[in-house]
């Protein structure tokens, strides 16, 4: 059975959304933060240090986007993963990389607030205005598809969406870009946080859950 | 046919070294800098405004990783690509997303420079801290892979080689991590880039290339 080595409020509780949506079982290890960081238990099972991380036997895998595809090809018959002779392969494809991506310019823009005192980030109008605008543009493309489709790879729910939500709900708290223009990207995630899955996940492992007791 | 629309000194490099490497024809559109950034044409191809883009028919695909694994699947038989049966696919996985994970921390370090005008950067230790141990944590395990396997996802090469060796050799350029404490990976770049397919697309689209005359 999986075991997933859940870090409180981060980005590994998507992998129990996997989960319960593929209605898979799996084994639940709760890691709490200290002082907002990961515990060195947490740290010390990938020589990567990232969450989330699932262990599957002798394997030890990090990396949202490459669980999700594993579970899905491994456990669920590719279910939630789209077969390359699909019309929306490459959609799929492309959401699938979307979500690090972002969080990639998430990440620089912290840094850059950080490093600069929280002051306005004058020193270099070119770096912001170049993760400005690459950042814009992740997000007015994934408009764009919403246009078309009701999920991020095409007609159906995949793994695509599995990954992309974390970053229009939780990361907005942490300072990340917000979804308030961009209307067919808010009633995405409108309909998405109602699914069974979905809300089952979040009472479990989500931002505001806690660590069951034993 | 696919088109490469390829930015002069950039990661769309990849996407001919991709192609070389299957033996597979391509069209090669070159776009230079202005002033170091993507020209305004080049950023009109598509709506993420980001570089690689490849066109094929009505299909404009973006993101690196994705159109590698297009290619392999839809015109190379699955070949440098590795099957969910095969032992080694959660590596693989795994090494698909190394590349834009480790540029997100890149980017993230350029933009608290950029920030700090310079400065070292005691805003934020944690800060700091966090993402030279992340960047660091993915450096380590691929110096721990390559201590077991000749490439990045086990014996054969594959489009995760394709992705990662941008990191290694072009991004230390621009002030990304580099590989001296780490002696696998030194070898292995040393190996890799001695293959034929990269040698040529080097000559044509890497960092010392120039726009062909038409």
Known sequence: ????????????????????????????????????????EYLALHPAATAPVITDGDLVLAESAAICEYVSQRYGKGRLSVAPDKPNYPDYLYFMH???NVQG?????????????????SANPIMTGVLGRRENGYYRYLEQQLAK???????????????????LT??????????????????????????????KAMAIAGPSATKPSK
């Not at 310019?105 to 980030?121: D, M, V």
């Not at 489709?149 to 970053?167: E, K, Q, R």
């Not at 907005?172 to 995405?188: E, H, K, M």
């Open 98 to 100: 979307w979500s690090n």
């Open 149 to 167: 489709n009701p999920f991020a790879a095409g007609p159906d729910f995949t793994c695509a969406d599995v990954m992309i939500l974390f970053n």
């Open 170 to 199: 939780s990361l907005s708290r942490f300072g990340g870009r917000t979804i308030d223009d961009l209307p067919n990207v808010q009633a995405y995630v409108d309909r998405i946080t109602k699914r069974p899955a979905y809300l």
């Open 1 to 40: 059975m999986i075991t997933i080595h859940h870090l409180g409020v981060s980005q590994s509780d998507r992998i129990v959304w996997l989960m319960e949506e593929l209605g898979l079982p799996y084994k639940l290890e709760w890691y709490d933060r200290k002082d907002g960081l990961a515990p060195p």
């Open 105 to 121: 310019l998430f990440f620089s823009k912290l840094a850059a607030n950080a490093a600069s005192g929280g002051q306005p980030q």
